[in-house]
């Protein structure tokens, strides 16, 4: 019977892993098949405080499991394929290798961004291909960038890159944009910011580093280059909670519903991170709540001892 099972190592499953640790709760943490998660994806974190020359993401993720591990953490290779989180505790946790019972979990599973699915995306991420502007945006002083979409999320990246680029070109695949009138207004007012409607990136281009985009006007069939320095991408975020479906309250789009103290709808059941929170999305904010979750955990374990255990007589003088 485990304590705790965190599942998940990215910033916010290893930092719960540290608190959990340092609580003497030696949580056990599934990694999952993305080691250290989407921060281990990019090589220039510079936001991160405490590293004032900035690191690579696969550096944050060695030191943050490094310290992890150096409390008593257990760290299992593995993926989570199913939950019941039903009738607990103890809950039950599966993988591909074992079936755990726990007490208590702490679901920092994170979030992916949607890709556009086009040749050379993969390849480029993190060499003009983003998927934050709060990031990246500074990497882009001076350059010309293309930004992907037509929602709230695009209309406020994009003027946020207006802060560092020369021009933000809006690319979109219909002629009406399905950001909010306010965002509209303040986009249309924006002199860096152009629009490029009715049209599709269907490769982005480059050797190492971003240098072009094909566009294609989905009207005309027209497909030309065009020479770019950045592409970010804004298309929809996907929470991966698709194993806790029909067990934990979600909203529309999938993402764990919580108070705030990171409480699901089960009690016991905590999430951290990019799994519930969609509106900051970084590294920093996911390790707090991997903080948060873990705290929480460790009050809800002291609870549940009390509660087995027989209670005393009153002491008196
Ligand atoms: C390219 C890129 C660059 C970025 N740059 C920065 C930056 O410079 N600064 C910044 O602050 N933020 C940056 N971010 C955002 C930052 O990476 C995220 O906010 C942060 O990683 C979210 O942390 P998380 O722990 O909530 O989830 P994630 O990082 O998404 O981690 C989720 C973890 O859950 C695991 N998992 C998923 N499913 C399962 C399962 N079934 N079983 C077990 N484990 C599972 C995954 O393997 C992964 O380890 C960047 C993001 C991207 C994509």
């Excluded at 086009?118 to 003009?128: A, F, H, K, S, T």
């Excluded at 152009?194 to 990136?201: D, E, H, R, S």
């Excluded at 982005?204 to 580093?209: F, K, L, M, S, T």
């Amino acid at each position: 019977m485990e304590e705790v099972m965190i599942l998940g190592s990215g910033p916010a499953g290893l930092t719960a892993a540290i608190y959990a640790a340092r609580a003497n709760l030696s949580p056990l943490l599934v990694t999952g098949s993305e080691l250290g998660g989407q921060i281990a994806t990019t090589t220039d974190v510079e936001n991160f405080p405490g590293f004032p020359e900035g690191l690579t993401g696969p550096q944050m993720y060695e030191l943050m499991l490094k310290q992890a591990e150096r409390f008593g953490t257990r760290v299992e290779y593995d993926e989570v394929t199913g939950v019941d989180l039903t009738q607990g505790p103890p809950f039950r946790v599966k993988t591909h290798s074992t079936e755990y019972q726990t007490k208590a979990v702490i679901i920092a599973t994170g979030a992916r961004p949607r890709k556009l699915g086009v040749p050379g995306e993969n390849q480029l991420i993190g060499r003009g291909v983003s998927y934050c502007a709060t990031c990246d945006g500074f990497f882009f002083r001076g350059k010309e960038l293309i930004v992907v979409g037509g929602g709230d999320s695009a209309l406020q990246e994009g003027l946020f890159l207006t802060k560092f680029a020369t021009k933000v070109n809006i690319v979109h695949r219909r002629d009406q944009l399905r950001a909010g009138p306010t965002l509209q207004a303040r986009a249309a007012r924006n002199e860096k910011i152009n629009f490029i409607w009715n049209t599709v990136v269907t490769e982005i281009v480059g050797n190492g580093a971003v240098r072009a985009v094909r566009l294609k006007d989905v009207k005309t069939g027209h497909e030309y280059e065009r020479p770019i320095d950045g592409v970010f991408v804004y298309i929809g975020h996907l929470p991966n909670t698709h194993l806790f479906q029909g067990q934990l309250d979600m909203d529309e789009e999938g993402y764990l519903i919580v108070d705030n103290r990171l409480h699901t709808s089960v009690p016991g059941v905590f999430a951290a991170g990019e799994v519930h929170d969609r509106i900051f999305r970084q590294a920093i904010t996911s390790a707090g709540f991997g903080c948060m979750a873990a705290m929480e955990a460790e009050k809800y374990l002291a609870a549940l001892e009390d509660r087995l255990q027989p209670v005393p007589a009153a002491v008196s003088r």
